[in-house]
């Protein structure tokens, strides 16, 4: 009880509900008050790293109105053959190697990637410019419309969808419903929320990404983490250094 009561009793709340989650075996929180500054994850499963770590975010979040930095996650892969005892000590041996979120996701280096975001004003009209990397390839995409500068969010989501069908063959009937950056505890949070129309039927995407800085592309981040199960089934382009468009007479 007195670990619990220097950490904060929500702290091991969270870890009962987290390992309610598909896929974890065992999770400890490092937390500094009401701050976690190390969050490891064991499991079984060959589900990517990344994956694992986002259903621990939107658990936070949803509820217990926290926002964690995928940095501070660690996901350590435990041999399959039987099943982890909740109170027993891994062996180092059936571990695989292991680190923060980022490194553990380090052989998807596949994936579409943030490269930047530009914004561009001319009286109420603003034009977002939003660039992708995916194996080396730079792709922009745009959206412009009127309004401010601090009211572009969607214009950047909408820019964020059209740099991403450069990389994809199939066309994506993607509308943007919403981009918002909305207040939960001491932090603002981008939620991006798309509709994906495909076989006569529509599906609601959501995303968020933490606004800790730089809101623009906070808003692309959650754009992507949308998108990302959607993008993992349709057909990739494969990449080009070039892309030859008609020119205007």
Same mark, same amino acid.
């Given at each position: 009880? !007195?670990?619990?009561?220097?950490?904060?009793?929500?702290?091991?709340?969270?870890?009962?509900?987290?390992?309610?989650?598909?896929?974890?075996?065992?999770?400890?929180?490092?937390?500094?008050?009401?701050?976690?500054?190390?969050?490891?994850?064991?499991?079984?499963?060959?589900?990517?790293?990344?994956?694992?770590?986002?259903?621990?975010?939107?658990?936070?979040?949803?509820?217990?109105?926290?926002?964690? +930095?995928?940095?501070?996650?660690?996901?350590?892969?435990?041999?399959?053959?039987?099943?982890?005892?909740?109170?027993?000590?891994?062996?180092?041996?059936?571990?695989?190697?292991?680190?923060?979120?980022? !490194?553990?996701?380090?052989?998807?280096?596949?994936?579409?990637?943030?490269?930047?975001?530009?914004?561009?004003?001319?009286g109420s009209r603003v034009q977002a410019q939003v660039?992708?990397?995916?194996?080396?390839?730079?792709?922009?995409?745009? !959206?412009?419309?009127?309004?401010?500068?601090?009211?572009?969010?969607?214009?950047?989501?909408?820019?964020?969808?059209?740099?991403?069908?450069?990389?994809?063959?199939?066309?994506?009937?993607?509308?943007?419903?919403?981009?918002?950056?909305?207040?939960?505890?001491?932090? +603002?949070?981008?939620?991006?929320?798309?509709?994906?129309?495909?076989?006569?039927?529509?599906?609601?995407?959501?995303?968020?990404?933490? !606004?800790?800085?730089?809101?623009?592309?906070?808003?692309?981040?959650?754009?992507?983490?949308?998108?990302?199960?959607?993008?993992?089934?349709?057909?990739?382009?494969?990449?080009?250094?070039?892309?030859?468009?008609?020119?205007?007479?």
């Amino acid at each position: 009880m !007195a670990v619990e009561a220097s950490r904060g009793a929500w702290a091991a709340r969270a870890e009962a509900a987290i390992r309610s989650l598909r896929d974890v075996e065992g999770v400890s929180i490092q937390a500094d008050g009401d701050d976690i500054r190390e969050l490891h994850i064991l499991t079984t499963s060959r589900r990517p790293a990344k994956q694992i770590v986002r259903d621990v975010q939107t658990l936070l979040l949803t509820k217990f109105n926290r926002t964690i +930095d995928h940095r501070v996650v660690s996901v350590a892969y435990a041999n399959a053959a039987g099943p982890v005892p909740a109170a027993a000590a891994i062996p180092a041996p059936e571990l695989a190697p292991a680190g923060p979120a980022v !490194a553990a996701v380090a052989a998807e280096e596949e994936r579409v990637r943030y490269a930047g975001v530009n914004l561009f004003v001319a009286g109420s009209r603003v034009q977002a410019q939003v660039e992708l990397k995916w194996k080396g390839v730079t792709r922009v995409g745009s !959206a412009s419309g009127f309004g401010s500068r601090d009211a572009a969010h969607r214009l950047v989501a909408e820019a964020t969808v059209a740099a991403l069908q450069e990389y994809v063959e199939d066309e994506l009937a993607l509308s943007v419903e919403d981009a918002a950056v909305v207040k939960t505890g001491r932090q +603002d949070v981008v939620m991006v929320s798309l509709t994906l129309l495909s076989h006569r039927q529509s599906k609601i995407l959501t995303g968020c990404c933490t !606004a800790d800085q730089d809101a623009q592309q906070a808003v692309v981040l959650a754009t992507l983490m949308a998108l990302n199960r959607v993008v993992g089934g349709l057909r990739t382009k494969e990449p080009t250094e070039y892309v030859l468009r008609p020119t205007s007479a």
